[in-house]
């Protein structure tokens, strides 16, 4: 089973931060994306855009919204 890694990338530096590793389900309610780790539960993210989605390597990153 492929699960996603997901990360959340500064866009001033460029660093990005696990926040999720086993993540089998995503959804979108109320501008937060919801998610689903199959070993840590739910997780909400805030103040994020959707920024890459690589198939290959079960990776997903979100990068944080300007201020």
């Known amino acids: 089973m492929c699960l996603l890694k997901v990360y959340i990338e500064d866009a001033k530096t460029g660093d990005r931060s696990l926040v999720?590793?086993?993540?089998?389900l995503i959804s979108v309610e109320n501008n937060?994306?919801?998610l689903l780790d199959v070993e840590a539960g739910e997780n909400v993210l805030a103040n994020v855009d959707f920024?890459?989605?690589?198939a290959?390597?079960?990776t997903l990153v979100f990068?944080?919204?300007?201020?």
């Open 20 to 24: 999720a590793g086993n993540v089998a």
């Open 32 to 34: 937060q994306f919801r």
């Open 51 to 54: 920024f890459i989605l690589d």
């Open 56 to 58: 290959l390597n079960s």
């Open 63 to 67: 990068r944080l919204k300007a201020e």
